[in-house]
């Protein structure tokens, strides 16, 4: 069965950078792509990128174009984020999902927790 | 920018039905696809496409889409129904967005 297991939670400084990962497993890693969604505390979802599982392609939000990088690693079927110059408002539950490029997130990671706090 | 716009909040009493909108301009036109999140565990997609259904998604859980709203139905709400859901799209250029979310409480 398909399963995305995420990294554990995460404590950082404003100013710093994290590193989150998903490791994929189930499915032809590289025949899917892998989005980042997180959901802040008493907000919504919102969506970071995605990355197809070849490392080929990228889509980035343009909310989060200049802090974000993502990577895709198909020897160990594992996707990451890495998230720069964090901010208090960075706290959050950060998520991988699986999708086809434009398609629905069909499977999700457990989440990794993310504190920036001075 | 899209914005998809939806209640924040939605009551239904145990075993009525409980609709969820989700607005955008000419959404008719997208795929929308909704999800529900429970406290503490990670979204599920419980509707693709519009209207679809993953295997092991209850019947009671129904899409539909046209003009400028998308609609999520719940029919014979159950207490496990309590959760958040979104609704959520793709576009050229923006790629996917999602609602504001609507928390469903279920009386």
């Known amino acids: ?118 | 920018s899209y914005d998809l716009t939806q209640p924040r909040s939605v009551s239904v009493a145990l075993g009525q039905t409980a609709r969820i909108t989700c607005g955008g301009s000419n959404i008719g036109s997208k795929n929308v696809h909704w999800y529900q999140q429970r406290p503490g565990q990670a979204p599920v997609l419980i509707i693709f496409r519009d209207k679809n259904r993953p295997s092991g998604v209850p019947e009671r859980f129904s899409g539909s889409n046209s003009g400028n709203t998308a609609t999520l139905t719940i029919t014979r709400a159950q207490a496990a129904d309590e959760a958040d859901y979104y609704c959520q799209i793709w576009d050229s250029g923006i790629n996917w967005v999602f609602g504001g979310g609507t928390a469903l409480t279920v009386l």
Do not use: H
């Open chain 1, 1 to 118: 069965q398909v399963q995305l297991v995420q990294s554990g939670p995460e404590l950082k400084k404003p100013g710093a950078s994290v590193r989150v990962s998903c490791k994929a497993s189930g499915y032809t890693f590289s025949t899917y792509g892998l989005s980042w969604v997180r959901r802040a505390p008493g907000q919504g979802l919102e969506w970071l990128g995605w990355i197809s599982g070849d490392n080929a392609n990228r889509q980035v939000s343009l909310k989060f174009q200049d802090r974000v990088t993502m990577t895709a690693d198909t020897s160990t079927a594992t996707a990451f984020l890495q998230l720069g110059s964090l901010r208090d408002d960075d706290t959050a539950m950060y998520f991988c999902a699986r999708s086809l490029f434009t398609s629905s997130f069909d499977y999700w990671g457990q989440g990794t927790l993310l504190t920036v706090s001075s």
